[in-house]
């Protein structure tokens, strides 16, 4: 009988067999759109048109006709061969950066307003522009911005944050990191709006149905911590759980080729960021129900763990690698809100 973890190195080598060749026929497919249009201005004798414009045209062509067999493996792979050629083929890099965003943009169009949300959200490095999305989108939107309830965004964070950290190869930091902090964002803007607190509000009742059951692994690591007394080591135990997520993957060698990484991959039994969070804010919730006061010493180690990983999760989103972001970010004031 084959290994499970044999099996998911044989199932990461697909997804990354398949990953390069849908590239590899996107590049061609490129390079095809540009020849052409060349050629056409030659024959017409117009001039060339701007290189630029004719290379964006044909990568969204050639993304527009590729489209369907493309995943979120596809994309994890494409950010992967961004990174190890970005040194070294910097004209590559721009036009793998180019196909992501463009990938990215395609297939927003196509989404709920929920995920159309996120997908802006996930893109912006500042705190305080991203809770000024999510407020313009409860309040019914406009300007591009989709109207959407901090329920129904809620729902749609939850499970694109699990949907990354069961899959088996590792996550794109950047985005999970910034959907982490959006969540404690939702969660912001929901207490300045009562929804938060108040039991009959689909906010909460979802928040609720999300944090009902605690994730074993993060439920230990949650126990460990609390039993840690200095901040500093639970910092480092933090960072130190959470690898695999948060940091950089392993150059490859000889600097060309995917990245290697060494990633636990759809282990249920694992530490990750977004269930980590989940637990804390389920444990002071439940605290604050049991009627716990706000400087009950439980509560405030909570809190202390809860802003460490909101500033390791900053310094990820922000291209970082220590820590730097200030707990005064909004995010932060989520832990206080659930009070």
């Given at each position: 009988?084959?290994?499970?973890?044999?099996?998911?190195?044989?199932?990461?080598?697909?997804?990354?067999?398949?990953?390069?060749?849908?590239?590899?026929?996107?590049?061609?497919?490129?390079?095809?759109?540009i020849?052409?249009?060349?050629?056409?201005?030659?024959?017409?004798?117009?001039?060339?048109?701007?290189?630029?414009?004719?290379?964006?045209?044909?990568?969204?062509?050639?993304?527009?006709?590729?489209?369907?067999?493309?995943?979120?493996?596809?994309?994890?792979?494409?950010?992967?061969?961004?990174?190890?050629?970005?040194?070294?083929?910097v004209?590559t890099?721009?036009?793998?950066?180019a196909?992501?965003?463009?990938?990215?943009?395609?297939?927003?169009?196509k989404?709920?307003?929920?995920?159309?949300?996120?997908?802006?959200?996930?893109r912006m490095?500042?705190?305080?522009v991203?809770?000024?999305?999510?407020?313009?989108?409860?309040?019914?939107?406009g300007?591009?911005?989709?109207?959407?309830?901090?329920?129904?965004?809620?729902?749609?964070?939850?499970?694109?944050?699990?949907?990354?950290?069961?899959?088996?190869?590792?996550?794109?930091?950047?985005?999970?990191a910034?959907?982490?902090l959006?969540?404690?964002?939702?969660?912001?803007?929901?207490?300045?709006?009562?929804?938060?607190?108040?039991?009959?509000?689909?906010?909460?009742?979802?928040?609720a149905?999300?944090?009902?059951?605690?994730?074993?692994?993060?439920?230990?690591?949650t126990?460990?911590?609390?039993?840690?007394?200095?901040?500093?080591r639970?910092?480092?135990?933090?960072?130190?759980?959470?690898?695999?997520?948060?940091e950089?993957?392993?150059?490859?060698?000889?600097?060309?080729?995917?990245?290697?990484?060494?990633?636990?991959?759809?282990?249920?039994?694992?530490?990750?960021?977004?269930?980590?969070?989940?637990?804390?804010?389920?444990?002071?919730?439940?605290l604050?129900?049991?009627?716990?006061?706000?400087?009950?010493?439980?509560?405030?180690?909570?809190?202390?763990?809860?802003?460490?990983?909101l500033?390791?999760?900053?310094?990820?989103?922000?291209?970082?690698?220590?820590?730097?972001?200030?707990?005064?970010?909004?995010?932060?004031s989520?832990?206080?809100?659930?009070?």
């Amino acid at each position: 009988m084959q290994s499970h973890s044999c099996a998911s190195e044989e199932e990461v080598r697909r997804q990354v067999d398949r990953a390069a060749a849908a590239l590899e026929q996107i590049m061609e497919d490129i390079e095809t759109d540009i020849a052409v249009s060349k050629a056409v201005s030659d024959i017409v004798g117009d001039g060339p048109d701007d290189p630029e414009t004719v290379e964006a045209e044909a990568i969204s062509s050639a993304v527009r006709n590729n489209l369907e067999g493309l995943d979120g493996a596809f994309l994890e792979a494409l950010t992967g061969y961004a990174d190890a050629v970005r040194r070294d083929d910097v004209s590559t890099a721009r036009r793998l950066d180019a196909i992501r965003a463009e990938l990215l943009a395609q297939v927003a169009a196509k989404l709920p307003a929920s995920l159309r949300l996120l997908d802006s959200l996930g893109r912006m490095a500042s705190s305080e522009v991203r809770v000024g999305l999510i407020r313009r989108s409860a309040d019914g939107g406009g300007e591009g911005v989709p109207a959407c309830s901090l329920a129904e965004a809620l729902a749609g964070a939850n499970q694109i944050i699990d949907d990354m950290e069961e899959r088996l190869a590792p996550p794109d930091r950047i985005l999970l990191a910034r959907l982490c902090l959006a969540r404690e964002e939702l969660s912001v803007v929901a207490a300045e709006r009562g929804e938060l607190d108040n039991p009959r509000s689909d906010f909460a009742q979802m928040a609720a149905a999300h944090q009902a059951v605690l994730p074993q692994a993060a439920a230990a690591f949650t126990k460990e911590l609390m039993s840690v007394g200095s901040a500093q080591r639970r910092t480092a135990l933090l960072r130190q759980a959470l690898r695999a997520d948060l940091e950089p993957p392993a150059p490859p060698a000889g600097g060309t080729g995917p990245l290697r990484t060494k990633h636990p991959g759809g282990d249920p039994n694992r530490v990750t960021p977004g269930r980590l969070l989940a637990c804390l804010a389920a444990l002071q919730s439940g605290l604050a129900r049991q009627g716990a006061p706000a400087d009950d010493p439980r509560r405030a180690r909570l809190e202390s763990m809860r802003l460490a990983l909101l500033r390791l999760l900053e310094d990820v989103q922000a291209g970082s690698s220590s820590p730097k972001a200030s707990s005064d970010s909004p995010a932060a004031s989520a832990g206080s809100a659930r009070s």
